[in-house]
Protein backbone atom coordinates (compact mmCIF):
# COMPACT_ATOMS: atom_id res chain seq x y z
CA UNK A 1 0.00 0.00 0.00
CA UNK A 2 1.24 3.79 -0.06
CA UNK A 3 0.75 4.16 3.22
CA UNK A 4 0.23 7.81 4.72
CA UNK A 5 2.08 9.51 1.55
CA UNK A 6 1.06 8.87 -1.97
CA UNK A 7 4.71 7.83 -2.72
CA UNK A 8 4.70 3.93 -3.68
CA UNK A 9 8.50 2.87 -3.40
CA UNK A 10 9.87 5.34 -0.88
CA UNK A 11 11.49 2.63 1.45
CA UNK A 12 13.02 1.44 -2.01
CA UNK A 13 14.63 5.04 -2.31
CA UNK A 14 15.29 5.43 1.34
CA UNK A 15 17.18 2.39 1.51
CA UNK A 16 19.05 2.91 -2.24
CA UNK A 17 19.37 6.34 -2.15
CA UNK A 18 23.42 6.22 -2.30
CA UNK A 19 22.91 4.14 -5.28
CA UNK A 20 20.02 5.66 -7.05
CA UNK A 21 22.27 7.24 -9.47
CA UNK A 22 24.47 4.80 -10.93
CA UNK A 23 21.06 4.45 -12.97
CA UNK A 24 22.50 7.30 -14.91
CA UNK A 25 25.27 5.20 -16.41
CA UNK A 26 23.04 2.70 -18.02
CA UNK A 27 22.33 3.19 -21.58
CA UNK A 28 18.86 4.07 -20.74
CA UNK A 29 19.95 6.91 -18.23
CA UNK A 30 22.08 8.28 -20.94
CA UNK A 31 19.36 8.03 -23.71
CA UNK A 32 17.41 10.22 -20.39
CA UNK A 33 19.55 12.76 -20.49
CA UNK A 34 20.56 13.48 -23.79
CA UNK A 35 16.36 13.56 -24.33
CA UNK A 36 15.95 15.86 -21.15
CA UNK A 37 18.19 18.30 -22.60
CA UNK A 38 16.38 18.00 -25.77
CA UNK A 39 13.22 19.02 -24.08
CA UNK A 40 14.55 21.62 -21.79
CA UNK A 41 16.91 23.33 -24.20
CA UNK A 42 18.18 26.62 -22.74
CA UNK A 43 17.28 27.19 -19.25
CA UNK A 44 18.77 30.88 -18.76
CA UNK A 45 18.09 32.18 -15.89
CA UNK A 46 14.70 29.73 -14.93
CA UNK A 47 13.68 29.05 -11.84
CA UNK A 48 13.05 25.53 -11.66
CA UNK A 49 10.67 23.69 -9.99
CA UNK A 50 11.61 19.54 -9.75
CA UNK A 51 8.77 17.74 -8.36
CA UNK A 52 10.21 14.18 -6.95
CA UNK A 53 13.52 15.47 -7.86
CA UNK A 54 15.27 12.95 -5.76
CA UNK A 55 19.25 13.31 -5.33
CA UNK A 56 19.30 16.43 -7.33
CA UNK A 57 20.39 14.50 -10.72
CA UNK A 58 18.18 16.24 -12.96
CA UNK A 59 18.81 19.26 -10.83
CA UNK A 60 21.57 19.57 -11.59
CA UNK A 61 20.93 19.37 -15.09
CA UNK A 62 18.85 22.06 -15.50
CA UNK A 63 21.54 24.75 -13.91
CA UNK A 64 24.09 23.32 -16.19
CA UNK A 65 21.36 24.42 -19.13
CA UNK A 66 21.67 28.06 -16.74
CA UNK A 67 18.97 27.70 -14.19
CA UNK A 68 19.19 30.27 -12.00
CA UNK A 69 17.27 28.28 -9.10
CA UNK A 70 15.89 24.54 -8.54
CA UNK A 71 13.53 23.68 -5.99
CA UNK A 72 13.80 20.25 -5.16
CA UNK A 73 11.19 18.50 -3.71
CA UNK A 74 10.78 14.74 -2.40
CA UNK A 75 9.20 12.65 -0.32
CA UNK A 76 12.44 10.74 0.64
CA UNK A 77 14.85 11.93 3.33
CA UNK A 78 17.95 9.51 2.13
CA UNK A 79 17.22 11.30 -1.42
CA UNK A 80 17.46 14.21 -0.32
CA UNK A 81 20.50 14.02 2.36
CA UNK A 82 22.60 12.21 -0.18
CA UNK A 83 21.49 14.01 -3.02
CA UNK A 84 22.51 17.32 -0.67
CA UNK A 85 25.72 15.57 -0.58
CA UNK A 86 26.18 14.89 -3.41
CA UNK A 87 25.98 18.63 -4.69
CA UNK A 88 29.17 19.95 -5.42
CA UNK A 89 29.93 23.65 -4.58
CA UNK A 90 29.85 24.65 -7.69
CA UNK A 91 25.97 24.84 -7.69
CA UNK A 92 25.67 26.37 -4.34
CA UNK A 93 22.88 28.18 -3.83
CA UNK A 94 21.07 27.20 -7.04
CA UNK A 95 19.75 24.24 -5.49
CA UNK A 96 17.24 24.10 -2.50
CA UNK A 97 16.14 21.11 -0.93
CA UNK A 98 12.59 20.07 0.03
CA UNK A 99 10.83 17.23 1.98
CA UNK A 100 7.22 17.14 1.16
CA UNK A 101 4.53 14.73 -0.59
CA UNK A 102 4.34 16.33 -3.94
CA UNK A 103 0.78 13.80 -4.56
CA UNK A 104 -0.42 16.64 -2.22
CA UNK A 105 -1.00 20.52 -2.06
CA UNK A 106 2.54 21.92 -1.33
CA UNK A 107 2.94 23.59 2.10
CA UNK A 108 3.15 27.56 2.45
CA UNK A 109 6.04 26.53 4.68
CA UNK A 110 7.72 24.87 1.86
CA UNK A 111 9.08 28.40 0.97
CA UNK A 112 8.82 27.53 -2.74
CA UNK A 113 8.04 30.48 -5.59
CA UNK A 114 4.50 30.59 -6.34
CA UNK A 115 4.92 29.54 -9.67
CA UNK A 116 7.74 28.82 -11.43
CA UNK A 117 9.22 28.95 -15.59
CA UNK A 118 9.94 25.27 -15.91
CA UNK A 119 8.24 22.23 -13.66
CA UNK A 120 10.21 18.85 -13.87
CA UNK A 121 8.55 15.63 -12.70
CA UNK A 122 10.72 13.13 -13.69
CA UNK A 123 9.41 9.45 -13.13
CA UNK A 124 7.48 10.46 -9.86
CA UNK A 125 4.27 9.91 -11.77
CA UNK A 126 5.16 6.59 -11.65
CA UNK A 127 4.98 6.52 -7.84
CA UNK A 128 1.37 7.30 -7.77
CA UNK A 129 -0.53 4.01 -7.00
CA UNK A 130 -4.20 5.71 -7.33
CA UNK A 131 -5.65 8.13 -9.41
CA UNK A 132 -6.26 10.37 -6.65
CA UNK A 133 -2.16 10.78 -5.85
CA UNK A 134 -1.26 11.01 -9.93
CA UNK A 135 -4.61 14.06 -9.77
CA UNK A 136 -2.71 15.61 -7.03
CA UNK A 137 0.69 15.50 -8.83
CA UNK A 138 -0.72 16.79 -12.00
CA UNK A 139 -2.61 19.60 -9.55
CA UNK A 140 0.97 20.60 -8.40
CA UNK A 141 1.99 20.82 -11.91
CA UNK A 142 -0.47 22.94 -12.86
CA UNK A 143 -0.30 25.16 -9.96
CA UNK A 144 3.01 25.98 -9.66
CA UNK A 145 3.82 27.20 -13.33
CA UNK A 146 3.30 30.20 -14.52
CA UNK A 147 1.34 31.10 -17.43
CA UNK A 148 3.13 30.14 -20.62
CA UNK A 149 5.61 28.25 -18.41
CA UNK A 150 7.33 24.50 -19.81
CA UNK A 151 6.47 21.52 -18.66
CA UNK A 152 8.92 18.56 -19.16
CA UNK A 153 8.40 15.11 -17.34
CA UNK A 154 9.73 11.57 -18.04
CA UNK A 155 7.24 8.77 -17.43
CA UNK A 156 7.06 4.75 -18.23
CA UNK A 157 5.42 4.85 -21.70
CA UNK A 158 5.32 0.75 -22.34
CA UNK A 159 6.02 -1.02 -18.62
CA UNK A 160 5.51 -4.01 -20.63
CA UNK A 161 8.36 -4.05 -23.31
CA UNK A 162 9.37 -7.02 -23.95
CA UNK A 163 13.65 -6.27 -23.98
CA UNK A 164 12.90 -4.99 -19.94
CA UNK A 165 12.51 -8.53 -18.80
CA UNK A 166 16.25 -8.88 -19.74
CA UNK A 167 17.56 -5.57 -19.05
CA UNK A 168 18.87 -4.95 -22.38
CA UNK A 169 19.33 -0.91 -21.40
CA UNK A 170 20.30 -1.54 -18.32
CA UNK A 171 17.14 -1.46 -16.24
CA UNK A 172 14.65 -4.45 -15.82
CA UNK A 173 10.57 -5.16 -14.68
CA UNK A 174 8.92 -7.57 -13.08
CA UNK A 175 5.29 -7.13 -12.62
CA UNK A 176 3.64 -7.24 -8.92
CA UNK A 177 0.07 -6.70 -9.46
CA UNK A 178 -2.69 -5.31 -11.40
CA UNK A 179 -3.86 -2.31 -9.36
CA UNK A 180 -7.17 -0.77 -10.79
CA UNK A 181 -6.40 1.36 -13.93
CA UNK A 182 -2.82 0.07 -13.47
CA UNK A 183 -0.36 -1.81 -12.73
CA UNK A 184 2.50 -2.04 -9.97
CA UNK A 185 6.03 -3.81 -10.33
CA UNK A 186 9.73 -3.77 -9.19
CA UNK A 187 12.20 -1.87 -11.61
CA UNK A 188 15.57 -3.30 -10.89
CA UNK A 189 19.07 -2.43 -11.93
CA UNK A 190 22.44 -4.08 -11.29
CA UNK A 191 25.46 -2.80 -9.73
CA UNK A 192 27.91 -1.70 -12.83
CA UNK A 193 30.64 -3.16 -10.70
CA UNK A 194 28.72 -6.57 -10.36
CA UNK A 195 29.43 -6.77 -6.29
CA UNK A 196 26.46 -5.82 -4.65
CA UNK A 197 22.64 -6.76 -4.73
CA UNK A 198 20.89 -5.35 -7.94
CA UNK A 199 18.57 -2.27 -6.82
CA UNK A 200 15.13 -3.07 -6.48
CA UNK A 201 12.42 -0.23 -6.18
CA UNK A 202 9.10 -0.71 -6.43
CA UNK A 203 6.98 1.49 -8.84
CA UNK A 204 3.48 2.18 -10.08
CA UNK A 205 2.08 3.48 -13.11
CA UNK A 206 -1.50 4.57 -14.06
CA UNK A 207 -2.85 3.48 -17.66
CA UNK A 208 -3.88 7.10 -18.01
CA UNK A 209 -0.56 8.05 -18.01
CA UNK A 210 1.42 5.56 -19.84
CA UNK A 211 -1.44 5.32 -22.75
CA UNK A 212 -0.43 8.56 -23.83
CA UNK A 213 -3.54 10.26 -23.00
CA UNK A 214 -3.46 14.42 -22.29
CA UNK A 215 -6.73 14.03 -20.13
CA UNK A 216 -4.74 14.73 -17.09
CA UNK A 217 -2.30 17.68 -18.65
CA UNK A 218 -5.65 19.52 -20.31
CA UNK A 219 -7.39 19.18 -16.74
CA UNK A 220 -4.63 20.84 -14.69
CA UNK A 221 -3.83 23.65 -17.56
CA UNK A 222 -1.18 22.20 -19.93
CA UNK A 223 -1.16 23.02 -23.84
CA UNK A 224 0.66 22.10 -26.64
CA UNK A 225 1.57 17.95 -25.41
CA UNK A 226 4.51 16.68 -27.28
CA UNK A 227 6.81 13.97 -26.78
CA UNK A 228 10.60 14.50 -27.28
CA UNK A 229 11.45 12.46 -30.63
CA UNK A 230 14.06 9.56 -29.87
CA UNK A 231 16.36 10.57 -32.26
CA UNK A 232 17.31 13.47 -30.70
CA UNK A 233 19.26 11.45 -28.43
CA UNK A 234 22.77 11.33 -29.68
CA UNK A 235 23.26 8.03 -28.47
CA UNK A 236 20.44 6.21 -30.39
CA UNK A 237 21.64 7.99 -33.73
CA UNK A 238 24.90 6.60 -32.95
CA UNK A 239 23.70 2.84 -32.64
CA UNK A 240 20.14 2.71 -34.64
CA UNK A 241 20.68 -1.28 -34.42
CA UNK A 242 21.03 -1.69 -30.75
CA UNK A 243 18.09 0.85 -29.79
CA UNK A 244 15.88 -0.90 -32.70
CA UNK A 245 14.01 -2.95 -29.84
CA UNK A 246 13.15 0.07 -27.94
CA UNK A 247 12.05 1.98 -30.49
CA UNK A 248 9.65 -0.28 -31.58
CA UNK A 249 7.95 -0.38 -28.09
CA UNK A 250 9.77 2.83 -25.67
CA UNK A 251 10.30 1.97 -22.43
CA UNK A 252 9.73 5.97 -21.59
CA UNK A 253 8.87 9.26 -22.91
CA UNK A 254 10.03 12.92 -22.15
CA UNK A 255 7.07 14.25 -22.72
CA UNK A 256 7.01 18.61 -22.58
CA UNK A 257 3.94 21.24 -22.30
CA UNK A 258 3.41 24.48 -21.92
CA UNK A 259 0.73 26.17 -18.99
CA UNK A 260 -1.95 28.05 -21.48
CA UNK A 261 -1.28 31.96 -21.33
CA UNK A 262 1.50 34.17 -21.06
CA UNK A 263 3.00 35.59 -24.32
C1 LIG B 1 12.87 7.32 -10.01
S1 LIG B 1 13.18 8.54 -8.80
C2 LIG B 1 13.49 9.94 -9.85
C3 LIG B 1 14.31 11.01 -9.18
C4 LIG B 1 14.61 12.19 -10.11
N1 LIG B 1 13.40 12.81 -10.59
C5 LIG B 1 15.44 11.71 -11.28
O1 LIG B 1 14.91 11.68 -12.40
O2 LIG B 1 16.62 11.38 -11.06
C6 LIG B 1 11.55 8.94 -8.18
C7 LIG B 1 11.62 9.95 -7.04
O3 LIG B 1 10.29 10.35 -6.75
C8 LIG B 1 10.18 10.47 -5.34
N2 LIG B 1 8.77 10.37 -5.00
C9 LIG B 1 7.94 9.33 -5.21
N3 LIG B 1 6.69 9.63 -4.79
C10 LIG B 1 6.74 10.90 -4.30
C11 LIG B 1 5.77 11.75 -3.73
N4 LIG B 1 4.51 11.39 -3.57
N5 LIG B 1 6.17 12.99 -3.34
C12 LIG B 1 7.47 13.38 -3.50
N6 LIG B 1 8.42 12.59 -4.04
C13 LIG B 1 8.06 11.37 -4.44
C14 LIG B 1 11.03 9.34 -4.81
O4 LIG B 1 11.38 9.52 -3.45
C15 LIG B 1 12.22 9.39 -5.76
O5 LIG B 1 13.20 10.25 -5.29
Redesign the pocket.
Known sequence: MAGA???V??EG?DTHAATYEKIATTPSGILEEQLLASAMGDCTGLAVL?L????G??ARQAVKLGASHVDV????PE?LRIGQQQTSSEYDGRIAWHE????KPLDDKLQLRKTYDLVMA???LD?AGSLADLEGMWANVGARLRPGGRYVG?RVNDPWAPYMADGRYGVRFREKERIPGGVRYWYIFDDPAGNKEPVEIEGASLEISYSGSTELHTKYGLCDVEIEPFENAKIVREDPEFWKPFLDRPLLAVVKARKQGGE
Open positions: TGSGKYDGGGTLRVDVSMADVSNWVSI
